[in-house]
């Protein structure tokens, strides 16, 4: 079983649409949760940080951590076309050392 | 000034030939880090730079030789490549060194995108 597992996707939605993209870990350790955006061709974006189980909201997206389920999601509403992206989740340890673990990313596509 | 600044954004190069990618950053930040990602994939750590000396090096082949000159620069160092090195490379950097927390959150550059014929 991978650390991280992210749904393969790819997702294609109507503009408007709630999006729901989800990753499942097995790493219990992990403390800190991140969801990268990256346009084609791009170095990816850090848009949302969370520490530990909670929601946080950022606009039109929310990221929510579950450590009980070992699950995170990130929620876009109102999706654009301009949200068309491959998205990553990435977890960390906390303490010195420790690295990003990626999922392997979904692209989106929000249809005009 | 919130960015990361790579140069070049695309290089072709030979099997024999001796390259090099340039990654800058003025945001203060002491750790500075190279990925490599291949289409369609997360990016997979290289390197890691923190206070100017090298971490973390995941096992990555001598042929991709990491210079960190001053805490604003980080250098990749390319010779005697393979066409499997072919590859987004992507450099990053936090405000402090790996460890959990706010402070590791890493700001990517745009990436530069290598060929190897």
């Known amino acids: 079983q991978k650390e991280v597992e992210q749904d393969p996707g790819p997702l294609s939605v109507p503009e408007g649409a709630i999006v729901s993209l989800n990753c499942t870990y097995s790493?219990?350790?992990?403390?800190?949760f991140m969801w990268y955006r990256q346009y084609s061709r791009k170095g990816p974006e850090l848009l949302m940080y969370?520490?530990?189980?909670g929601n946080k909201e950022d606009g039109r997206f929310t990221a929510q951590v579950d450590k009980s389920s070992k699950y995170i999601s990130l929620f876009i509403r109102d999706s654009q076309p301009s949200d068309s992206a491959t998205y990553l989740c990435?977890?960390?340890?906390?303490?010195?050392?420790?690295?990003?673990?990626f999922g392997k990313g979904i692209t989106l596509s929000v249809r005009p | 000034d919130t960015e990361v600044t790579q140069t070049p954004k695309h290089l072709v190069m030979g099997m024999t030939n001796k390259k090099s990618l340039k990654c800058e950053q003025h945001?203060?930040?002491?750790?500075m880090y190279w990925y490599k990602q291949k289409a369609k994939k997360p990016p997979e750590l290289m390197f890691v730079?923190?206070?100017?000396?090298?971490?973390i090096n995941e096992s990555v082949p001598s042929r991709f030789s990491p210079e960190c000159p001053n805490s604003s620069l980080l250098n990749l160092h390319l010779h005697a490549l393979q066409p499997e090195d072919s590859a987004l490379y992507l450099c990053?950097?936090?405000?402090?060194?790996?460890?959990?927390?706010?402070?590791?959150?890493?700001?990517f550059g745009p990436g530069t995108r290598l060929t190897v014929l």
């Open positions: 945001m203060g930040h002491r750790a």
């Open positions: 730079y923190s206070y100017e000396k090298l971490s």
């Open positions: 990435a977890m960390s340890l906390t303490g010195a050392n420790s690295k990003l673990t």
């Open positions: 969370t520490y530990s189980s």
């Open positions: 990053a950097s936090s405000q402090v060194g790996l460890g959990g927390g706010r402070n590791n959150e890493q700001f």
């Open positions: 790493n219990s350790a992990f403390q800190y």
